[in-house]
């Protein structure tokens, strides 16, 4: 069974930073892709950056240049550093999966509160 589990979250002044983690059940290899969504209070579920495998990382525009994700293959883990936060930012952010025939996977959340 598939689990994915993430870590981090928590309240950051604007400007500030916060890297969260998602560790997987498995290699994380074994995924066609990973990334972060977010869901804010009252919208829909958006995605945040995208890892394949192999290929391009696709990071929305609101976040580009500010959030960086990264992979430890060893730790079967996911991280998304996100600097210079700003108060748009505050949502629940969800670790994805896509595996190879395109079943989807997501973590429990972890929410993220930028606030003065």
């Known amino acids: 069974q598939v689990q994915l589990v993430e870590s981090g979250g928590g309240l950051v002044q604007p400007g500030g930073s916060l890297r969260l983690s998602c560790a997987a059940s498995?290699?994380?290899?074994?995924?066609?892709?990973m990334g972060w969504h977010r869901q804010a209070p009252g919208k829909q579920r958006e995605l945040v950056v995208r890892?394949?495998?192999?290929?391009?990382?696709n990071y929305s525009d609101s976040v580009k240049g500010r959030f960086t994700i990264s992979r430890d293959v060893a730790k079967n883990t996911v991280y998304l550093q996100m600097n210079n936060l700003k108060p748009e930012d505050t949502a629940v952010y969800y670790c994805?999966?896509?595996?190879?025939?395109?079943?989807?996977?997501w973590g429990q959340g972890t929410q993220v509160t930028v606030s003065s």
């Open positions: 994805n999966a896509i595996d190879s025939w395109s079943n989807d996977y």
């Open positions: 498995g290699s994380i290899f074994s995924y066609a892709s």
């Open positions: 890892i394949p495998r192999s290929g391009t990382i």
